[in-house]
């Protein structure tokens, strides 16, 4: 069996022997003993051992024991709020919204680089080659991110509530603030969308219907209209959430999203862990896009409703969010979570379809499906090559479940980009590494103390 075998010319740049190859595309696909040729940033075949073209290539890899997949496509992601990990998971609620932790805000510009370039590193040295991330300082940390070696998309928030008293229980929508972090914003795409070999892109991100009013809502939407591409929010990520939106405008958070023009197949919205059924009706119809962050909503003590989410129609990716970038654990948390709300195991919610929510469904939502999300011949030579000879992946007799059920990020052994190896033998080789984890941990240091420096004033009050 092969995927688009055909005569190749020679000499490739990449000829990968002996991996086996699992994907979907969007049915599941399965080649023992495969062989990939790669030709500059694209491939030029995907083949059993038999069926392959004999060519040259100028380097030839044998990975004997692993397995090749599609990058994984990270939909929705907070690199910056690596500063919290192993903290705010336990707190209950989103740092933006709780004192005495570190806010976007107070992050410098040299803070938000070095977390940034942290949270990258560790999404690419787990399988993402792909990143849809937004906070604070986008301008900064979008190239730094992709000097890492993965494709980068980023946008710092765009909104009108004073996001400085937030975590104090104040909400106030100021005229300014929109015009400054939609200009911001803007400005962004204007200098990186679309840079040298894709390794760069801006998707508008308004930062939630609450923290957006209805005005900003609508001119990104106009923004959208005009200039095409994608636009990625939270929706419905809490209750608060609801009940400000309807206090304020009288609706529900999705409903916001149709009234202003969002809600459609180019919108990504994370969470919806707390949308109605006719909220979930209202968005299948409009095949919006749903990232689904099954661990950090698990954290938090929440399911999203994703089986009644899928039967409406919404299109699911998965997405890590925030403090950890594994998307084979994610794939696993996804799995499970969708089992326990059927109360069982049935065909429609299995590995392979993890597997394509992690990969083929999140290119799409990210309007790269044409070049992303399969391994197939012309598509971008972007993937991932998992080392299944450890102890928790033997015996391998069905290497997607085992991938699923008890792989790890770690597992990772080689990830190329645009054709190129940027991870090999479970190391990064565009950076130092000991550098970029040196770095985070200075400046997460510095942002704790200083958060917790204004909370002792109050304590003491």
């Known amino acids: 069996m092969s995927l688009n075998a055909s005569a190749a010319p020679g000499p490739l740049d990449l000829l990968i022997t002996g991996a086996t190859v699992v994907h979907t595309r969007p049915q599941l696909e399965v080649i023992e003993n495969a062989v990939i040729g790669i030709a500059g940033p694209r491939i030029a075949f995907v083949a059993g051992a038999a069926d392959a073209p004999r060519v040259a290539a100028r380097r030839t890899v044998d990975l004997?024991?692993?397995?090749?997949?599609?990058?994984?496509?990270?939909?929705?992601?907070?690199?910056?709020?690596?500063?919290?990990?192993?903290?705010?998971?336990?707190?209950?609620?989103?740092?933006?919204?709780?004192?005495?932790?570190?806010?976007?805000?107070?992050?410098?510009?040299?803070?938000?680089?070095?977390?940034?370039r942290l949270g990258a590193l560790e999404a690419l040295m787990f399988g993402s080659t792909v990143i849809n991330d937004s906070y604070v300082h986008a301008d900064l940390t979008l190239p730094a991110m992709a000097d890492v070696g993965l494709r980068a998309y980023a946008c710092g928030r765009i909104h009108d509530v004073d996001f400085s008293r937030v975590h104090l229980g104040e909400w106030r929508h100021d005229e300014a603030i929109g015009e400054r972090t939609l200009g911001e914003a803007l400005a962004l795409h204007a200098r990186w969308h679309g840079g040298p070999e894709g390794r760069t892109g801006v998707h508008l991100t308004p930062h939630a219907p609450d923290t957006c009013s209805q005005g900003l809502l609508r001119r990104v939407a106009d923004h959208r209209e005009r200039h095409?591409?994608?636009?990625?929010?939270?929706?419905s990520q809490s209750r608060m959430e609801n009940q400000r939106v309807q206090e304020r405008d009288g609706c529900t958070p999705c409903e916001l999203l149709e009234r202003t023009g969002l809600l459609g197949p180019s919108l990504i919205a994370a969470h919806g862990m707390y949308m109605s059924e006719s909220d979930m009706r209202r968005a299948g119809a409009a095949r919006m896009n749903l990232a689904h962050?099954?661990?950090?909503?698990?954290t938090g003590g929440?399911?999203?409703?994703?089986?009644?989410?899928?039967?409406?129609?919404?299109?699911?990716?998965l997405a890590t969010d925030n403090m950890h970038a594994d998307m084979i654990e994610v794939m696993r948390w996804a799995l499970n979570l969708g089992r326990i709300q059927a109360g069982g195991i049935d065909d429609g919610w299995q590995p392979a379809d993890m597997l394509r929510m992690a990969t083929y469904n999140g290119a799409h939502a990210m309007g790269l499906g044409?070049?992303?999300?399969s391994l197939e011949a012309g598509k971008l030579a972007d993937m991932v090559c998992v080392d299944m000879r450890r102890p928790h992946l033997v015996p391998n007799i069905n290497p997607l479940g085992n991938l699923v059920h008890t792989g790890?990020?770690?597992?990772?052994a080689m990830v190329l980009v645009h054709g190129e190896i940027v991870v090999e033998g479970g190391r990064a080789l565009r950076v130092d590494q000991d550098s970029i984890l040196a770095d985070a941990q200075q400046a997460a240091a510095a942002l704790w103390e200083r958060a917790r420096a204004q909370v002792e004033p109050r304590r003491n009050a």
């Open 64 to 116: 004997r024991g692993h397995l090749v997949l599609p990058g994984f496509v990270n939909v929705h992601t907070h690199t910056i709020l690596t500063m919290v990990r192993g903290v705010a998971e336990d707190m209950g609620f989103a740092p933006a919204y709780t004192p005495g932790v570190p806010h976007g805000h107070e992050v410098t510009p040299d803070e938000a680089v070095a977390l940034a």
């Open 228 to 235: 095409g591409g994608v636009v990625t929010t939270h929706l």
């Open 293 to 298: 962050v099954p661990k950090g909503n698990a």
């Open 302 to 317: 929440r399911i999203a409703p994703t089986r009644a989410m899928q039967d409406a129609g919404i299109r699911l990716a």
């Open 370 to 373: 044409e070049h992303l999300g």
């Open 408 to 412: 790890q990020g770690r597992d990772v």
